[in-house]
């Protein structure tokens, strides 16, 4: 079964560009989670969609923006970039159950940086 | 937003020692708590995870330990080896959700 893909792996990008990040989830999974990653900040939550509809958002500010296709994949989309988005962009799937499954897989990551 | 203090930010353990790193969470009850680990350049990956009902549980080398009194879970690595050096986080959902509130990391190294 194939895993999380991610693309694109790595990007760089200039202050005040848009970026958009791409997540294709492991089949049969129908939620998509994302996460930025910092070395400063850790882990934290963006937002997650299921069934096309965002379910829950993290406290980024409204330059972050995300959707899901009916397939399942997802974009996520960084608009007026700043240094201090830099950062590993991670996408996570899951059945979706609330929680209860007790597992997110994890792609690889995008890794933007922001000159 | 739930909130999970994790430590040691840091450790390093020789081959064959115990790694033990440590995470507290707030008031809050969840379903399940989770501990990912990390390779450099992959994402996390499920290593383990406990039920709130249990105390303990084992996986191979493997241990999470639950106090539930002391609100704390703990992560137990028992004959550690250079294979098990990466990153390792705790972390607790958040409600019902898919959301998961994740600890700071501790970075474990386990020298030959």
């Known amino acids: 079964k194939a895993g999380v893909t991610q693309t694109p792996r790595y990007l760089i990008k200039t202050r005040g560009q848009q970026v958009t990040l791409s997540c294709s989830p492991i089949?049969?999974?129908?939620?998509v989670s994302w996460y930025q990653q910092t070395p400063g900040q850790g882990l934290q939550f963006l937002f997650e969609?299921?069934?096309?509809?965002?379910?829950n958002k993290g406290n980024f500010p409204g330059r972050f923006s995300g959707r899901q296709f009916s397939n399942s994949r997802s974009e996520m989309n960084v608009s007026t970039l700043e240094l201090g988005d830099s950062a590993l962009y991670l996408c996570?799937?899951?059945?979706?159950?609330?929680?209860?499954?007790?597992?997110?897989?994890f792609g690889e990551g995008s890794r933007l940086t922001v000159l | 937003q739930q909130q999970v203090k994790q430590s040691p930010q840091s450790l390093i353990v020789q081959k064959g020692g115990i790694s033990i790193i440590n995470c507290a969470y707030e008031?809050?009850?969840?379903?399940?708590f989770p501990w990912y680990q990390q390779f450099p350049g992959k994402g996390p990956a499920l290593l383990i995870a406990?039920?709130?009902?249990?105390s303990e549980k084992k996986e191979g080398r493997f241990t999470i330990s639950f106090n539930k009194s002391a609100k704390q879970f703990s992560l137990h690595i028992m004959d550690s080896q250079p294979g098990d050096s990466a990153t390792y986080f705790c972390?607790?959902?958040?409600?019902?959700?898919?959301?998961?509130?994740f600890g700071k990391g501790t970075k474990l190294t386990v020298n030959p």
């Open positions: 996570a799937s899951s059945l979706g159950r609330g929680g209860r499954t007790g597992e997110l897989f």
């Open positions: 089949s049969g999974h129908r939620s």
């Open positions: 969609y299921f069934s096309e509809t965002q379910r």
């Open positions: 008031n809050t009850a969840f379903d399940y």
């Open positions: 406990i039920r709130p009902d249990v």
């Open positions: 972390a607790t959902p958040q409600g019902g959700s898919e959301k998961l509130v």
